[in-house]
């Protein structure tokens, strides 16, 4: 729907820790220590190392990928690199999760900070 935020929009997540991955018909949510997350609707990647990655398509079929993600629960947020259509955390273990956005009519997921109604409560959709 739209590209990600500036990285000083989102920079909360860094030094953040993943506590949980909840695995969904039609997004996959990404919980961290804060109660910050990330709700992704449309692709993502897990890298491993420089020769080895896995790609989900959340829109499509449930395979293998998704089960990858419990390896970086636990581990801490060190750098967020963001592009219009990309955002890559890179985690303490060298590993990155991708999280991929369209840019179109639909929504890709959320970034959310905070509850509602609280004053540093942030919503942002890509």
């Given at each position: 729907?739209?590209?990600?935020?500036?990285?000083?929009?989102?920079?909360f997540l860094v030094?953040?820790?993943?506590?949980?991955?909840?695995?969904?018909?039609?997004?996959?949510?990404?919980?961290?220590?804060?109660?910050?997350?990330?709700?992704?609707?449309?692709?993502?990647?897990?890298?491993m190392s420089a020769?080895v990655s896995h790609?989900?398509?959340?829109?499509?079929?449930?395979?293998?990928?998704?089960?990858?993600?419990?390896?970086?629960?636990?581990?801490?947020?060190?750098?967020?690199?963001?592009?219009?259509?990309?955002?890559?955390?890179?985690?303490?273990?060298?590993?990155?999760?991708?999280?991929?956005?369209?840019?179109?009519?639909?929504?890709?997921?959320?970034?959310?900070?905070?509850?509602?109604?609280?004053?540093?409560?942030?919503?942002?959709?890509?």
């Open positions: 729907m739209y590209p990600f935020p500036p990285k000083d929009e989102i920079v030094g953040d820790t993943l506590t949980a991955v909840c695995l969904n018909p039609s997004n996959v949510n990404f919980i961290f220590e804060s109660g910050s997350c990330i709700n992704a609707e449309y692709a993502i990647a897990h890298e020769d790609r989900y398509d959340v829109q499509q079929t449930l395979g293998p990928g998704p089960l990858y993600f419990h390896q970086l629960v636990g581990k801490q947020v060190l750098n967020l690199v963001v592009a219009e259509t990309t955002l890559k955390l890179e985690f303490d273990n060298g590993e990155a999760l991708i999280i991929e956005g369209d840019i179109g009519p639909y929504e890709s997921g959320q970034i959310s900070r905070g509850k509602l109604g609280e004053p540093d409560f942030i919503f942002i959709v890509f």
